[in-house]
């Protein structure tokens, strides 16, 4: 089956700096990676839609600069959190659709990645 | 962007008993709808989907109903299992261009 892979599970950084993580597919392509954030009273929230070769669109009251998305290949997009503070702690998960696998609609998800900003 | 709308936020049943979670969703456009669970400490998986032309379909224990009209759906689980328990999420989405969750219900199944 498809597999989406990310790293790290967990980070904990100081207030100011910026952590990046990574959601690579490891046996199909993507051309698009959808970044969720989920909070602790479990809702998945939409930030934004990675789109490998062009910029990600983002969820409305999302920052682009706050969160940095790139999808630099087919198998790979990145999310920084750029000068991380406090209030960014949270999980954070990313999926992918399948290329050949579209008209399924199935969502793979990453195993998630739990910021904890100092 | 669509805003989908998800309960109960828990719900606790006897083993064997049924469950039913209910959504609603903002845009019509919409035009799929799946079903995910998560378990704990694990990544959300699909249980069953639907697309808008469809009004019901059903998977062995496991039902999901579409009214496109009233712009909502709901997951049927029918003699549930402690396997069952769980965290289910729906979700909504344009040609699957992005998928808006709801915000979750939280099963227990009691055995």
């Known amino acids: 089956g498809a597999v989406v892979s990310q790293h790290p599970s967990r980070v904990i950084c100081k207030s100011g700096t910026s952590v990046k993580i990574e959601c690579r597919s490891l046996d199909f392509q993507a051309t698009t990676m959808f970044w969720y954030r989920q909070f602790p009273k479990q809702s998945l929230m939409l930030m934004a839609t990675?789109?490998?070769?062009?910029?990600?669109?983002?969820e409305q009251g999302v920052e682009k600069d706050k969160f940095l998305i790139n999808h630099a290949s087919l198998t790979l997009s990145t999310l920084t959190v750029t000068s991380a503070h406090p209030e960014d702690s949270s999980f954070y998960i990313c999926?992918?659709?399948?290329?050949?696998?579209?008209?399924?609609?199935?969502?793979?998800f990453g195993e998630g990645s739990r910021l904890t900003v100092l | 962007g669509e805003n989908v709308e998800q309960h109960p936020s828990t719900l606790s049943v006897q083993e064997g008993d049924s469950a039913v979670i209910k959504c609603t969703y903002s845009d019509s456009a919409s035009n799929y709808f799946p079903w995910y669970k998560q378990e704990l400490g694990k990544r959300p998986q699909l249980i069953i989907d639907?697309?808008?032309?469809?009004g019901e379909k059903k998977d062995q224990r496991i039902a999901v109903t579409l009214n496109k009209t009233a712009k909502h759906f709901s997951l049927h689980i029918t003699e549930t299992q402690p396997e069952d328990s769980a965290v289910y999420f729906c979700?909504?989405?344009?040609?699957?261009?992005?998928?808006?969750f709801g915000s979750g219900t939280k099963l227990n199944v009691k055995p």
């Open positions: 999926s992918a659709n399948p290329l050949e696998a579209l008209n399924t609609g199935e969502l793979f």
């Open positions: 639907i697309r808008s032309n469809v």
């Open positions: 979700a909504a989405t344009y040609n699957f261009n992005k998928f808006y």
């Open positions: 990675s789109n490998e070769g062009s910029k990600a669109t983002y």
